[in-house]
Antibody, heavy 116, light 107 residues
Framework: QVQLVQSGAAVTKPGSSVKVSCKSS????????ISWVRQAPGQGLEWMGSLTPVFHKVNYPQDFQGRVTITADKSTTTVYMELSSLRSGDTAVYYCARERDGFDVWGQGTLVTVSS | DMQLTQSPSFLSASVGDRVTITCRAS??????LAWYQQKPGKAPKLLIDVASTLQSGVPSRFSGSGSGTEFTLTISSLQPEDFATYYCQQVDTYPWTFGQGTKVEIK
């Protein structure tokens, strides 16, 4: 049974960066991509990008190009999402999710609060 | 980018009602359309992928259909545990996109 376990909540200042981790266990880490999705308070779901570990291939939407970096550490089966130049509008719950024909396994979510 | 528009955005219904949510895409999708259920404070849960494939463990009262640019999620008989927000998502063309959500509340 594949599980994705994310790092804990973070409080950061405007202009800084945050790095959230997503550790995969119980399955073949290399078989599927991992996406990151965020949800601002009271808002909908927003796709931030994805990485296919075996190919190190990444895809980012235009809205996040240049601000988000998704990487993987195969030795620890962990995927990381780093978001830079943070602003108050980046306050959200950040989720990682396994990609198949949909996102079938999700992490528990990580609350990132951007506040001065 | 491909836009997904869900209707309605809000739905008030009673236990036992048949409920239909529509997701319209701005371009043709080759059936790579998924539906999620999200309850407050929880991660989304995949209900249906490839437009109509019910995920293991999801009750059969949920069904998906559609093709091209119009897709539907139907709950044949709404149960108390179904009150939640539902999202469609396309995984046909990058960037992946979600609909804005449909909140299903108790009448």
């Amino acid at each position: 049974q594949v599980q994705l376990v994310q790092s804990g909540a973070a409080v950061t200042k405007p202009g800084s960066s945050v790095k959230v981790s997503c550790k995969s266990s119980g399955g073949d880490f290399f078989s599927y991509g991992i996406s990151w999705v965020r949800q601002a308070p009271g808002q909908g779901l927003e796709w931030m990008g994805s990485l296919t570990p075996v190919f190190h291939k990444v895809n980012y939407p235009q809205d996040f190009q240049g601000r988000v970096t998704i990487t993987a550490d195969k030795s620890t089966t962990t995927v990381y999402m780093e978001l830079s130049s943070l602003r108050s509008g980046d306050t959200a719950v950040y989720y990682c999710a396994r990609e198949r024909d949909g996102f079938d396994v999700w992490g528990q979510g990580t609350l990132v609060t951007v506040s001065s | 980018d491909m836009q997904l528009t869900q209707s309605p955005s809000f739905l008030s219904a009673s236990v036992g009602d048949r409920v239909t949510i529509t997701c319209r895409a701005s371009q043709v999708i080759s059936s790579y359309l998924a539906w999620y259920q999200q309850k407050p404070g929880k991660a989304p849960k995949l209900l249906i992928d490839v437009a109509s494939t019910l995920q293991s463990g999801v009750p059969s009262r949920f069904s998906g259909s559609g093709s091209g640019t119009e897709f539907t999620l139907t709950i044949s008989s709404l149960q108390p545990e179904d009150f939640a927000t539902y999202y469609c998502q396309q995984v046909d063309t990058y960037p992946w996109t979600f609909g804005q959500g449909t909140k299903v509340e108790i009448k």
